[in-house]
């Protein structure tokens, strides 16, 4: 089925430790994006590409990499984890115009740093 | 004061009852999104509205552009309607905003 897939489902790390989270879409979308989804707070922004060998810092940017090297792919990484980053994470991805467009979600990724 | 608020945070409701969850935004917004998101799940989402309404089987999506309002009902609800429902808005030419949530439970 056409859509976003994330990988990992869930990961358990401990601190200081790295890892790459992996987006990849089917639907030839231009724009995708990285969130985080904390309890009680609406999802974040972390990083967001417009565009094959593009990306730009969102809301909240600190601790995390992005790269997208190829247009179906948006990897997001982090160099040394923090307990402060245990979150869910959700890639989306959208059509070129973006904003004004319906969003497709992947289906979450459940990071635990320790 | 967060740019988009939704009400109830928490709503339990019996099975067939007809449920309203609403949406209240601060900015000048292109279009507004309803999402959902089962337990332990994705998200998905229901509608993306930038005036009127909208209807998909027992969902139906209003906005008021001009009160900056939103509502999103559900006719006849049933158990498997249980999520946790997603307002978000696309202020101009900026990124969607997302509201906290509401987490509903339809008990049979």
């Known amino acids: 089925n056409a859509g976003v897939t994330q990988t990992p489902k869930f990961r358990v790390l401990k601190t200081g430790q790295s890892m790459t989270l992996l987006c990849a879409q089917d639907?030839?979308?231009?724009?995708m994006y990285w969130y985080r989804q904390d309890p009680g707070m609406g999802l974040r922004l972390i990083h967001y590409?417009?565009?094959?060998?593009?990306?730009a810092k969102g809301e909240v940017p600190d601790g995390y990499n992005v790269s997208r090297l190829k247009k179906q792919n948006f990897l997001l990484g982090l160099e040394s984890a923090a307990p402060s980053q245990t979150s869910v994470y959700f890639c989306a991805s959208s059509p070129r115009t973006g904003w004004d467009y319906g969003y497709t979600f992947g289906s979450g990724t459940r990071l635990t740093v320790v | 004061k967060n740019e988009v608020e939704q009400s109830p945070q928490n709503l339990t409701a019996q099975e067939g009852e007809f449920i309203t969850i609403n949406c209240s935004y601060s900015v000048g917004i292109s279009a507004l999104h309803w999402l959902q998101q089962h337990p332990g799940g994705g998200i998905v989402s229901l509608f993306m509205?930038?005036?009127g309404k909208k209807k998909h089987g027992r969902l139906i999506a209003t906005i008021n552009i001009q009160e900056k309002h939103s509502s999103l009902h559900i006719t006849a609800s049933h158990p498997r309607d249980s999520a946790v429902y997603i307002c978000?808005?696309?202020?101009?030419?900026?990124?969607?905003?997302f509201g906290a949530g509401t987490i509903l439970r339809v008990k049979s």
């Open positions: 978000a808005v696309a202020p101009y030419g900026n990124k969607l905003v």
């Open positions: 509205l930038s005036s």
């Open positions: 639907m030839n979308h231009e724009y």
């Open positions: 590409s417009v565009g094959e060998g593009t990306t």
